[in-house]
T-cell receptor
Framework: GDSVTQMEGPVTLSEEAFLTINCTYT??????LFWYVQYPGEGLQLLLK?????DKGSNKGFEATYRKETTSFHLEKGSVQVSDSAVYFC????????????FGTGTRLTIIP | NAGVTQTPKFQVLKTGQSMTLQCAQD?????MYWYRQDPGMGLRLIYY???????DKGEVPNGYNVSRLNKREFSLRLESAAPSQTSVYFC??????????FGSGTQLSVL
């Protein structure tokens, strides 16, 4: 079945550091890929997505590129801010557009001023 | 625009008690979902409803029941709560796109 493997956390960085959170997936066909973010005390919200190979999703300075050859969708940001502290989830939607979204285990990111 | 509204936000139960978690969305979405979030395990799908009148099991349905009361509302019921059901529960909905909209969660403790 579909699965998502995400970088173990927690991750602690200093403000303005470069961020990478790794995500790899297993799925049949061509799934859509997502990064969701969860701020303290809130539900998840969509950060970015990519629907086909070589697509780059981007939002709020974050980027992720759909790499079919390595089955990866790593999240990157060039200069993190304290406000980026949150839990980040990688997810995929099945190739046939089925109803279920499969999530990774989440990576807690803390940015220190 | 309220989006997805969950109630209650917090609940403490004793083992064996029952309760219903309520969820409503005002975006006219067809699909609704219940997830649980546990440390180190991410979000796991309990049940989902692709449209009014239909429900299907997700990854971890045991110990839960759901009702899609109408297009707006999707409730989750614990008939006999167990400590293993201590978790944070999230309701979500989806329209025609692939984006899920989440509620703010219910923190449930079963003693």
């Amino acid at each position: 079945g579909d699965s998502v493997t995400q970088m173990e956390g927690p991750v602690t960085l200093s403000e303005e550091a470069f961020l990478t959170i790794n995500c790899t997936y297993t799925a049949t066909g061509y799934p859509s890929l997502f990064w969701y973010v969860q701020y303290p005390g809130e539900g998840l919200q969509l950060l970015l997505k990519a629907t086909k190979a070589d697509d780059k999703g981007s939002n709020k300075g974050f980027e992720a590129t759909y790499r079919k050859e390595t089955t990866s969708f790593h999240l990157e940001k060039g200069s993190v801010q304290v406000s980026d502290s949150a839990v980040y989830f990688c997810a995929l939607s099945g190739a046939r557009g089925n109803e279920k979204l499969t999530f990774g285990t989440g990576t807690r990111l803390t940015i220190i001023p | 625009n309220a989006g997805v509204t969950q109630t209650p936000k917090f609940q403490v139960l004793k083992t064996g008690q029952s309760m219903t978690l309520q969820c409503a969305q005002d975006m006219n979405h067809n699909s609704m979902y219940w997830y649980r979030q546990d440390p180190g395990m991410g979000l796991r799908l309990i049940y989902y409803s692709a449209s009014e009148g239909t429900t299907d099991k997700g990854e971890v349905p045991n110990g839960y029941n759901v009702s899609r009361l109408n297009k707006r509302e999707f409730s989750l019921r614990l008939e006999s709560a167990a400590p293993s059901q201590t978790s944070v529960y999230f309701c979500a909905s989806r329209g025609n796109g692939e984006k899920l909209f989440f509620g703010s969660g219910t923190q449930l403790s079963v003693l």
